[in-house]
């Protein structure tokens, strides 16, 4: 395990303090403008080649979304040269600096490649953020949200595969099927054994280098009687800890653009239209809702794209929700009150769910023992990633996880899966406003608070989640309007059995750094000043972890559920076995709109092996591929 130099990271030359803090500032400050830059020029390249482009108007597949799964499609489906794809993408080219790993927590929200959704005022909820609205960011970019996300590489909940298997009756979804999907993915250079991994895939992944107070951590896991594991090793999601292991590519991000779509769109036969907007979906005249193509717009001009097998929608679980509902395909009480003709009566939207959870710290350390930015980035540490692909700049913030099953679970027989997963974020908070208040939109109050705790040491944050949450919330259209933003209401900690656990899984978070040994070695403990807001409340009791959860709630940005995989007898489904929207024909959904978090996680891993998944299906190979067919036993309530 590589652990940060401390001394080093302490010994500031006058250099440093002249000039490389006030160009990180700087790079901060005007990062936006940086990227709508990059995005200008791209477009301007873009409307160049516009009636080139658009000459072509009818293929095979018509893909919405370059992003995780979307673009894992588009790559096998034109591995046969005689089928011709189209695929388009909102965004346009990622600006280079999202390669760049250390910085990776403050590109959400910045509208040259993110949708920037936002959630309305929560009731019960985010009481500490800016109107008590959530940041939702989704990427609109090449690439999508891997191109913007934390590049951290869990699968989480994978067992949750079975129950999928055994609600829609098909063997194919049992997870001893889709780890080999998994595997098929990766190109793996993690922290674990080999194999329980692939060798030659797309995604690339590797181990980062850590701060030191994070082998203090995991040392503490294992006080408290849990194993250090790969938590992406062959079989179910196990109770434990583990060091995060990351997207990179010789340290740099490894999206789902880089690898494999940039390489592929050198295929005559993949046709990619970015800066393009799907309106609505297409109808073949007197048909039985059979979906022939789609509209959608280009540079203020619309367009029509012909599809003569079918269209997929991969464009994220807020956008193809959206693209279903202007089309038609919806609650039919919501579209009749939007004004839109009905053509199927489908919940879409109706089951939104968000893996989400408590920002719980600061927790205090000796200076040197967590990241600052301002201090441990240098000349070396940049000299050192542009050569070899190391160092700090090839580190997300995101050090290590842990999950665990917590007591109220294990009471009430629960025992399944873990349901607490938390992620350690190794972030000082010297300049809190350009970091959590821009990404998480935590307002003044508590920005100050963070900023305080820097006159104490170093420090660092355990984002508590969630991981099998019940509650519900639902996504609908403010009008018939595609532009208009969406109505995003994840309705947070309304749910007893979730505010129950997620308590629980705070106060663990609390005993971890302060009631072990390990980490009394370093003298750590979580800043002793009540968080504004919760200062009526006695100091790290129940009361009190509860008032913290309702006011530092974020999400950790693993929506799901707008279009529900399930069965025709399942009142919650949008989208049956094979990826095909109900009732329609010509139609699929590849994203994490099919995942409950309540079954599986909904992780950028999961959604590119959604796409490996479903492109096997597409292109007709599911009898050649050996999986089990072996009958389903679940007597597990799948929520």
């Not at 790993?101 to 949708?115: E, L, T």
């Not at 194919?172 to 098929?184: C, D, G, P, Q, R």
């Not at 794209?305 to 693209?323: D, H, N, R, Y």
Request: glycine share 8%; aromatic share 10%; proline share 5%.
């Amino acid at each position: 395990m590589v652990v940060l130099n401390t001394p080093n990271a302490l010994r500031l030359t006058f250099f440093h303090k002249a000039f490389v803090i006030p160009f990180i500032t700087l790079l901060i400050q005007y990062l936006d403008e940086f990227m709508f830059i990059t995005v200008k020029l791209d477009r301007e390249d873009d409307l160049r080649t516009l009636n080139v482009q658009n000459q072509d108007n009818t293929f095979d597949y018509i893909i919405v979304g370059s992003g995780s799964a979307g673009s894992i499609i588009a790559s096998r489906l034109t591995e046969d040269s005689s089928v011709k794809v189209l695929l388009l993408e909102a965004g346009g080219l990622p600006s280079p600096i999202l390669s760049l790993p250390v910085i990776s927590y403050i590109f959400n929200n910045q509208k040259s490649h993110d949708w920037a959704h936002r959630t309305v005022p929560q009731s019960k909820a985010a009481f500490a953020l800016n109107n008590n609205i959530s940041n939702w960011p989704s990427g609109k970019t090449l690439g999508g949200s891997s191109s913007i996300n934390g590049l951290i590489n869990i699968r989480g909940n994978v067992q949750g595969f079975d129950l999928i298997a055994s609600r829609t009756g098909d063997p194919l979804w049992k997870l001893e099927n889709v780890l080999k999907f998994y595997k098929k993915l990766e190109t793996y250079n993690g922290w674990f054994d080999k194999g329980s991994h692939g060798k030659d895939g797309t995604l690339s992944i590797e181990s980062p280098i850590l701060v030191p107070c994070t082998k203090y951590l995991l040392r503490a896991g294992e006080e408290l009687g849990y194993r250090i594991r790969d938590p992406n090793a062959d079989g179910p999601h196990v109770e434990g800890f583990s060091p995060v292991e990351f997207y990179l590519r010789r340290g740099a991000r490894s999206s789902s653009y880089t690898n494999p779509l940039k390489r592929d769109l050198k295929r005559p036969n993949l046709i990619l239209r970015k800066y393009s907007i799907v309106t609505k979906l297409l109808f073949a005249p007197g048909s039985v809702n059979e979906v022939t193509g789609v509209e959608y717009e280009r540079h203020g001009t619309k367009y029509f794209a012909t599809a003569t097998k079918e269209t997929i929608l991969s464009a994220g679980v807020l956008s193809t929700p959206k693209i279903l509902m202007l089309s038609g395909i919806g609650p039919k009480e919501h579209l009749t009150r939007m004004k839109i003709p009905v053509r199927v009566d489908l919940p879409v939207g109706q089951r939104l769910q968000d893996k989400y959870g408590a920002l719980v710290g600061p927790f205090i350390v000796p200076k040197g023992y967590s990241f600052d930015q301002y201090r441990d980035l240098n000349i070396t540490s940049v000299l050192q990633w542009l050569a070899f692909g190391e160092g700090p700049m090839a580190a997300g913030r995101t050090e290590a996880t842990y999950s665990l099953i917590t007591k109220k679970s294990k009471l009430a027989g629960d025992i399944f899966a873990p349901d607490i997963h938390t992620y350690i974020i190794s972030q000082t908070p010297v300049r809190p406003e350009s970091t959590f208040g821009y990404s998480f939109n935590f307002n003044e109050a508590t920005l100050a608070h963070f900023k305080k705790s820097t006159n104490y040491g170093d420090s660092f944050f355990q984002l508590v989640t969630n991981s099998r949450g019940v509650g519900t919330g639902f996504v609908r259209l403010r009008d018939s309007n595609p532009h208009s933003p969406l109505i995003v209401n994840p309705k947070y900690l309304q749910n007893t059995h979730d505010v129950e656990r997620l308590v629980e899984g705070i106060r663990f978070s609390v005993n971890l750094v302060e009631n072990t040994t390990a980490m009394k070695e370093i003298g750590a403990k979580l800043f002793d000043v009540p968080l504004p807001g919760c200062e009526g409340v006695p100091f790290k009791s129940d009361e009190y972890f509860e008032c913290f959860a309702r006011h530092a709630t974020i999400t950790a940005y693993k929506y799901c559920g707008t279009a529900s995989i399930g069965n025709e007898t399942d009142p919650e489904a949008v989208v049956d076995s094979r990826f095909r929207v109900m009732k329609t024909k010509g139609l699929r959904v590849v994203d994490g709109s099919l995942l409950r978090i309540n079954e599986v996680n909904t992780n950028d891993v999961t959604v590119r092996m959604l796409g490996e998944l479903a492109a096997h299906v597409l292109k007709g190979t599911g009898h050649k591929f050996n999986y089990s067919t072996a009958k389903i036993h679940s007597t597990f309530v799948t929520g």
